[in-house]
């Protein structure tokens, strides 16, 4: 399974609405495919890009950490 967030987040930051967003559909999406939050990459993690940009990344690695809303979903 595939998730975009539009925007430059090499330049930019997600809005809070856009992580809220992305951390509710990420989290049903664990649910419903019984898939830890060890089995959730983001592309510069599979592949040499810089998608999802710095901003985005270091967001994934917090909400990821086991502190982090994903690691409590």
């Known amino acids: 399974l595939g998730i975009m967030v539009m925007g430059n ?3 930019h930051r ?11 559909f990420v989290a049903d999406q664990m649910r419903r495919h019984r898939l830890s939050v060890g089995r959730v990459y983001t592309h510069q ?4 890009t810089a998608c999802p940009g710095r901003n985005l990344q270091r967001y994934m690695l917090a909400t ?3 502190s982090g809303r994903l690691a409590r979903a």
């Open 64 to 66: 990821r950490a086991r």
């Open 9 to 11: 987040f090499d330049e």
């Open 14 to 24: 997600p809005t809070t609405e856009a992580l809220a967003a992305l951390d509710s």
């Open 45 to 48: 993690e599979l592949k040499p």
